[in-house]
């Protein structure tokens, strides 16, 4: 009786989705495990670094596209944003978060939340402070 317990414990922790190994694009995983995740989350990044202060800088400025500058302050909103999802993916129950449009692209697609607007909820947080 106990080994038909442990076997249901086991099989109900087992996660729902996983990407193939030749599947993975780590660039496009920005929080969570391509081996086993159960509430996939997705964001568009574009908009994401578009609202960060580094970027207004880069608009307020001019600073061309190229440039030392322009490349600093985009890594430096591209970190920021980062840093935003892991936050959204550590206090949320999403424990997966990709680019928009990479679960769909898969050969059998995963369905998944866009938490893009919680991820912009706490980047302006974090601008107040």
């Known amino acids: 009786m106990c080994v038909c317990l442990l076997g249901a ?3 109900a922790q087992a996660s729902t989705y996983s990407i193939p190994g030749e599947k993975v694009e780590a660039q496009k995983i920005y929080f969570g495990s391509a081996k086993g995740f159960d509430k996939p989350g997705t964001v ?10 580094e970027y207004a800088q880069i608009k307020k400025k001019r600073i061309q596209a190229g440039t030392g500058k322009y490349w600093i302050l985009l890594s430096q909103a591209s970190d920021r944003v980062v840093r935003a999802i892991s936050d959204v993916g550590k206090a949320t129950d999403y424990d997966f978060i990709a ?3 990479y679960l769909d692209g898969l050969e ?4 998944a939340d866009d938490v ?3 991820v912009l909820d706490k980047l302006k947080k974090k601008k107040k402070r």
Do not use: C, E, F, M
Request: glycine share 8%; net charge positive; charged share 15%.
């Open 9 to 11: 414990l086991t099989s």
């Open 44 to 53: 568009d990044y574009g908009k994401l670094i578009k609202a960060t202060p």
């Open 99 to 101: 680019a928009a449009g």
């Open 108 to 111: 059998t697609p995963i369905a």
């Open 116 to 118: 893009t607007h919680l």
